[in-house]
């Protein structure tokens, strides 16, 4: 997407205590019907169209269940085809990444690398920030680049273990380490402190979680961005997957490896100058950060009121209504981060994504946005919407109340879904080049394949119950995702879900019970597929 910037200087910064912007902050005209952005919307409407279309041609009588499943049908279709349609288009963008730095290149200007942490096992963390450190200096970053680990860890024994990690690289000059006593505001909180005792003296700040984990030549590419660009506000590094201790953390990072690059060009093509922010692995301009901290506090109780827990979004909208833009560097060279292990610790990250996700609609209509930050909120949204929304679509096929003939929607839909597997594939058969890398990336893609069309179902299950926990008013605060405490054994209650959903199709939709196959037989075999994804590799 092309942003055409209209600039109107004002006066001011935004905060009374720090130092003048750099910058002068902007009002943003985004032009959005342009290049990229028509072609993804063509094609996702292209897609929408077909899909409903198929429902449609397939539905035997207009029942009032099937008069409910048309909307519904829709804005599934919406959502799977904007995701086909990002995949198209990352790949006919070319690959624009510059790996290569100029020989005697140095930054003009100061970044800090801010590392939060709450506690987490800080010595993975320490040994990477040691090779890090190490790896600045070797490229001549290390007078203009400087290590900050913002801890909000409580409890004696994971205080005692933090410090044990930490304070020996602080005492040698590794990094500089700082404990808040009380972490109010949390991560935002804590990066918002840094920012008023040390903002001053660095142009930019780059945000990593616990389990993030950078290079020193990307940070040196970020840095040289920043610096050629002076209006970017924040850059948000494309963010692969560290190798897992599981078969499922090893699926993620199959998965990242295949679809990441790819949808990331797509996205970051169609989002343009509005890009989004994904809460790590990120550069922002100090100045920038000043113009768009003060996050709004939504009236009323959690989980709909009170702090928003998936800042990062907002973060982002806010920054480029200050007039900064937002980019997103594709390239997952060199910045990582680690998958949950296990399904359960997957699930209990995912519910803190979901209430902050379902909060933003509450900011969709906040004046000055722009379009393009507007469906960045708006997709985040409808990620955990859409789960709920099969689940319905699923039980009116089950009771037979959707009349449908014939296998084209299952086709039609079968085919939109796998339009970005087919793209990472046709992509990596391309750069493959030699027969074995040719089989070994085809074994990859088919593995991936089989274990996301095992999984889904379980997710759709999960996250359809997140979704009506927010509904009616429970809090899951701000948890780590660690994982919660079992009540039944692994799988067992989707099992029994699975079940039952087979023991209403089968006698109530008759030969229509086949369209719930590739949903029910995940679902009765979830305790095993859990026991296999989840051993040790």
């Given at each position: 997407?092309r942003?055409e910037?209209?600039?109107?200087q ?8 720090s130092?003048?912007?750099p910058w002068?902050?902007?009002s943003?005209?985004?032009?959005p019907?342009h290049?990229?952005?028509v072609t993804?919307?063509a ?11 198929a429902?449609v041609?397939s539905?035997t009588?207009w029942?009032p269940?099937?008069m ?12 799977i085809?904007g995701g086909?349609?990002?995949a198209?288009l ?12 100029p ?12 590392i ?17 450190r ?5 490229i ?25 990690a930490?304070?020996t690289a602080?005492?040698a000059?590794?990094?500089?380490y ?13 990066i ?6 040390h ?5 930019h ?8 984990r950078?290079?020193a ?8 961005r ?15 997957i ?5 078969r499922?953390g ?26 989004n922010y994904w809460?790590h692995?990120?550069i922002m301009r100090?100045?920038a ?10 009236s ?6 009170g ?10 909208a ?5 007039g ?11 910045s ?7 399904i359960?610790?997957f699930?209990?990250r ?6 902050g996700?379902?909060q933003?609609?509450?900011?969709l209509a906040e004046?000055?946005?722009t379009p393009?930050?507007?469906v ?5 949204v409808?990620s ?13 096929v089950a009771f037979g ?8 929607p299952?086709i039609?839909v ?7 597997k087919?793209?990472a ?18 074994r990859?893609?088919?593995g991936?394949l089989a274990?996301?069309?095992?999984i889904?179902p379980?997710v759709?299950?999960?996250?359809t119950r997140s ?10 605060g701000?948890?780590?995702?660690k ?6 054994p ?6 029994f879900a ?8 089968v ?10 196959a590739p949903?029910?037989?995940p679902l ?9 994804l989840?051993a040790?590799v």
């Amino acid at each position: 997407m092309r942003v055409e910037p209209r600039l109107i200087q004002q006066a001011g910064s935004a905060d009374p205590a720090s130092p003048q912007d750099p910058w002068p902050r902007a009002s943003i005209v985004e032009t959005p019907w342009h290049g990229p952005t028509v072609t993804v919307l063509a094609l996702a409407l292209s897609m929408t169209i077909a899909i409903v279309a198929a429902f449609v041609t397939s539905l035997t009588a207009w029942t009032p269940a099937a008069m409910i499943a048309l909307p519904l049908v829709t804005v599934t279709a919406i959502w799977i085809s904007g995701g086909a349609a990002t995949a198209l288009l990352g790949l006919v963008v070319p690959d624009a990444r510059s790996t290569r730095l100029p020989a005697h290149w140095r930054p003009s200007t100061r970044t800090a690398l801010l590392i939060t942490v709450c506690n987490e096992d800080p010595r993975p963390l320490a040994a990477h920030l040691a090779a890090l450190r190490a790896s600045l200096a070797r490229i001549g970053l290390g007078e203009t680049v400087q290590i900050f680990v913002l801890s909000d860890t409580s409890g004696r024994e994971n205080v005692a273990r933090e410090e044990a990690a930490l304070l020996t690289a602080h005492a040698a000059g590794v990094l500089t380490y700082r404990r808040r006593a009380e972490n109010t505001g949390r991560k935002p909180g804590n990066i918002g402190d840094w920012v008023d005792s040390h903002g001053a003296h660095f142009d930019h700040m780059l945000v990593l979680d616990a389990d993030s984990r950078v290079s020193a030549h990307r940070v040196a590419r970020m840095i040289r961005r920043m610096e050629q660009e002076p209006d970017l506000g924040l850059l948000q590094a494309g963010i692969g997957i560290l190798r897992g201790r599981t078969r499922f953390g090893r699926h993620q990072r199959v998965a990242s490896c295949l679809l990441a690059p790819g949808f990331g060009r797509g996205l970051a093509a169609w989002s343009g100058r509005s890009g989004n922010y994904w809460g790590h692995n990120a550069i922002m301009r100090v100045a920038a950060f000043r113009s768009a901290r003060s996050l709004p506090h939504l009236s009323g109780a959690a989980p709909w009121g009170g702090m928003i827990l998936s800042h990062d979004f907002v973060e982002a909208a806010w920054i480029r209504r200050a007039g900064w833009a937002v980019a997103l560097d594709p390239d997952i060279g060199g910045s990582a981060e680690e998958a949950p292990q296990t399904i359960d610790a997957f699930h209990a990250r995912d519910r803190r994504w979901c209430q902050g996700n379902l909060q933003h609609l509450r900011l969709l209509a906040e004046p000055g946005l722009t379009p393009t930050s507007r469906v960045h909120l708006a997709m985040g949204v409808l990620s955990y919407l859409v789960a709920p929304i099969w689940l319905i679509l699923v039980v009116l096929v089950a009771f037979g109340g959707v009349p449908v003939s014939g296998e084209l929607p299952l086709i039609v839909v079968a085919g939109v879904l796998l339009t970005p597997k087919l793209c990472a594939l046709l992509e990596r058969w391309q750069a493959a080049r030699t027969l074995r890398r040719r089989v070994v990336m085809l074994r990859a893609a088919l593995g991936e394949l089989a274990v996301s069309s095992l999984i889904a179902p379980l997710v759709m299950l999960r996250q359809t119950r997140s979704v009506l926990s927010v509904c009616l008013g429970r809090d899951c605060g701000w948890k780590s995702g660690k994982g919660a405490q079992r009540m039944l054994p692994p799988g067992l209650g989707e099992a029994f879900a699975g079940w039952a959903l087979v023991a209403l199709a089968v006698p109530l939709a008759g030969p229509a019970a086949l369209w719930l196959a590739p949903v029910a037989l995940p679902l009765c075999c979830a305790p095993l597929v859990m026991r296999v994804l989840e051993a040790p590799v």
